[in-house]
């Protein structure tokens, strides 16, 4: 075995090992503090809105103003579709873009398996009563029905009666049905669908619904029930007679007349009450409303006002006629559903029912104490943003189409002010420290929440702060553009003058970091940012998610940010790897608590 030895290294060798040993080692500290101060840098020196942070490039897209934003999940863009709708589109999107991308959204979620998902969440915002209108579900519920793969078209079809709950409903989920198929869109799933909608119903109460609404949306009971061919079972004697009467009128489905029985034989009718089929004696109910119904369309006034009271008739059962008679409306109004009367407001008033005058006084006491009932307005599924339509509406004393004028009743005002806050459940105070803030820029002053020209997002931003206002004893309230201004408003002001006061806020472009950036100049201790905005945010020189950050470091408050979206674009503020960024869709009737849970956890 051979051994090889080198030779020792010379003093100049060594030497010069060494430096190049502490070259490397200077070398590693420079790229390693390098590295240190890029980190640095990125968390501290800000980033303008027209760049994506650093690092965070893939997470971030561009909104329609030109900013980079965080994109919010398909199953978040369908809740804001359901509960905001698209019409009206934004400043920046027109509606057809914005409902398209909508439909995107929900068809790559029944692309990814996720149908039955989207269905739950479609049936969820409707039973609850989250969403002012039902346009945006009975449409995605139509695009699952048809468009689905087949659990997803199983789960839309199972949610049917859930989300359509009156014939109005039904029509417009036909019609949507019938548009989005190739053929005639009535095969056995959907004729089965449809026809369970009307079989399961209790006759009684089917038929008053199908008497109130007997067309809409160019649609008709008698064509529904052709296409569906509902097959009544012996038992169903009641649904037999209704859907003659439906379809072939009172004529062809009025019972034939009874002989008049012995006393004798009506002693043993009595006494087989006992083991008759609760349907069948139902029928007899039913036949005595339907020839109420009938008997309606050519009374006298007199006789209306008994068939009103006796059989609880709607509207809808009135001849137009009677129309702007007092008396009819006063009665009426005695068992008007609540969503009902706010819809009829304006023509009340307009008859001179409701006044100011001694005469109208009584009806203004019982709309007023109707309207500021928490209970009866939750009782009824009242959607806060129907008030607030309702109210913008009666204020301006004329409708937006046709010519009917009224003088406002301020006793109703006010009311309707009460029934705004009165609408959304009874959220318990967190006496967490909130700022909240109202974003004014040029594009929340444009287009139309839910489709309502007189609400624009900043209106619907004001009202939707004033929740917490009224809620939370702790908060500041800002408005901000391109700068931000505090706003005067406090718990008693009224939303007149709360819109006042937001609307001479300076417009702009958007910066939704000034929240942040003020409360950390004035060294404002704050717990829960809450932002009212379209999200188009592009104008500040750092993203809001790091102010946000900047303002914890400094500030030592774990802050948390809440998103408050007013239109249902894909875009959002909150980062969703920061699990203190909460994205949630504005006017949601669930929004105030959904607000208190998250500041307390």
Request: glycine content about 6%; aromatic content about 6%; hydrophobic content about 45%.
């Amino acid at each position: 075995m051979n051994f090889f030895f080198s030779r020792p290294p010379t003093t100049t060798q060594t030497k010069n090992a060494t430096k190049l040993r502490h070259a490397q080692q200077t070398q590693h500290k420079h790229n390693t503090m390098s590295h240190y101060l890029a980190q640095l840098a990125a968390a501290v020196m800000p980033t303008p809105q027209s760049e994506p942070m650093p690092g965070r490039e893939a997470d971030m897209v561009v909104n329609d103003a030109g900013g980079y934003v965080f994109p919010v999940d398909d199953l978040c863009r369908l809740r804001r579709f359901l509960i905001l709708g698209c019409e009206g589109g934004t400043y920046y999107a027109k509606e057809p873009t914005l409902g398209l991308e909508n439909v995107e959204a929900l068809q790559r979620l029944i692309a990814d398996g996720r149908g039955p998902e989207a269905v739950q969440l479609i049936r969820e915002v409707s039973v609850q009563g989250r969403a002012a209108k039902l346009d945006p579900g009975l449409f995605a519920l139509a695009v699952c029905a048809r468009l689905g793969d087949a659990p997803t078209k199983r789960a839309a079809y199972a949610a049917l009666a859930a989300v359509c709950r009156i014939p109005t409903h039904l029509f417009k989920f036909v019609g949507l049905c019938e548009q989005l198929s190739t053929g005639t869109g009535w095969g056995r799933a959907h004729r089965r669908a449809v026809s369970e909608w009307y079989l399961r119903q209790p006759a009684d109460k089917l038929a008053y619904a199908t008497t109130k609404y007997r067309q809409r949306e160019g649609w008709s009971h008698v064509d529904v029930l052709r296409l569906a061919h509902p097959k009544c079972g012996a038992e169903a004697g009641d649904h037999q007679m209704l859907f003659k009467y439906l379809t072939k009128g009172w004529a062809k489905a009025r019972p034939a007349p009874v002989a008049t029985a012995s006393a004798a034989d009506v002693a043993a009718d009595v006494a087989a009450a006992a083991t008759t089929p609760l349907a069948r004696r139902a029928a007899d109910t039913l036949v005595t409303f339907l020839e109420a119904v009938e008997e309606a369309k050519t009374a006298d006034e007199r006789r209306l006002l008994v068939l009103i009271r006796q059989h609880n008739l709607a509207r809808e059962h009135i001849p137009t006629q009677h129309l702007g008679s007092v008396s009819v409306w006063g009665v009426l109004l005695d068992r008007m559903p609540l969503t009902a009367m706010l819809r009829n407001l304006a023509k009340m008033t307009s008859i001179g029912l409701l006044s100011n005058n001694e005469g109208g006084t009584a009806a203004v006491r019982t709309v007023c104490e109707r309207l500021t009932s928490a209970e009866g307005l939750r009782a009824a599924r009242v959607h806060p943003f129907n008030i607030l339509l309702a109210r913008e509406t009666y204020r301006s004393g004329h409708g937006q189409k046709g010519k009917l004028a009224w003088e406002p009743v301020e006793a109703v005002c006010s009311a309707l002010d009460k029934a705004y806050y009165a609408a959304f459940a009874a959220v318990t105070p967190t006496n967490k420290r909130h700022m909240l803030a109202v974003d004014v820029s040029g594009s929340m002053g444009w287009g139309a929440v839910n489709g309502a020209p007189s609400i624009t997002p900043m209106v619907a931003a004001a009202a939707m702060a004033m929740t917490t206002v009224r809620t939370e004893p702790h908060h500041h309230v800002v408005g901000f553009s391109h700068e931000l201004v505090p706003l005067p408003i406090s718990r008693d002001m009224a939303l007149d003058d709360v819109l006042a006061v937001t609307e001479r806020c300076p417009m702009g472009g958007t910066d939704c970091a000034q929240p942040m950036l003020y409360a950390l100049s004035n060294r404002i201790e704050v717990d829960v940012f809450v932002v009212y905005t379209d999200c188009e945010t592009w104008a500040g020189q750092i993203h809001p998610a790091e102010a946000l950050n900047s303002y914890r470091r400094a500030m030592n408050i774990p802050a948390k940010l809440v998103v408050c979206a007013m239109t249902s674009n894909g875009f959002s503020l909150a980062d969703p790897q920061d699990r203190h960024m909460l994205d949630m869709v504005g006017f949601d009737a669930s929004a105030p608590q959904i607000l208190a849970d998250f500041a307390l956890q």
